[in-house]
Each structure stands twice: as C-alpha cells, then as structure tokens.
C-alpha cells in the first residue's frame, strides 16, 4: 500500500527524497520504496522519519483496517 501521507508529509516540509534520505540515514531508494509501498521500514527508521517530518507514528505509519 502506498504510504502517501509520508509522501505529503515530505512534500509539505520541502523536502526531496534524498534529503530526508541524508537527515534519516538511509538511501533515497529507501524512501522511495517506502512511499510506494514495496518496503516495511524498521520501527527505529520510522521514528526518525516521523522526528525529522514533525508527525506520530499514527498520522505517517498507521493502516486503517479495509472492512
């Protein structure tokens, strides 16, 4: 599933994937495969992520239940 509220998330701080990449310490490939949903980044990687873009885990990680 694509996570596309990290994307907004990123997008609305100004940043590329690179450069979130840089402050997270992971490549650019790895926050692209994030957002589109083919990787499950560790939970420690997601803190960063949500340190770095100013959100909780609930608003950038969490998946409602499709019912």
């Given at each position: 599933m694509?996570?596309?509220r990290l994307?907004?998330?990123r997008a609305a701080k100004d940043?590329?994937?690179e450069?979130?990449?840089?402050?997270v310490g992971v490549s650019r490939?790895?926050?692209n495969a994030i957002e589109k949903g083919?990787?499950?980044?560790?939970?420690?990687l997601c803190i960063a992520i949500c340190r770095v873009l100013g959100k909780t885990l609930d608003e950038l990680f969490w998946e409602e239940?499709?019912?």
């Open positions: 694509k996570n596309l994307k907004s998330a940043l590329s994937q450069a979130l990449a840089q402050l490939q790895t926050i083919d990787y499950n980044p560790t939970i420690r239940d499709a019912e």
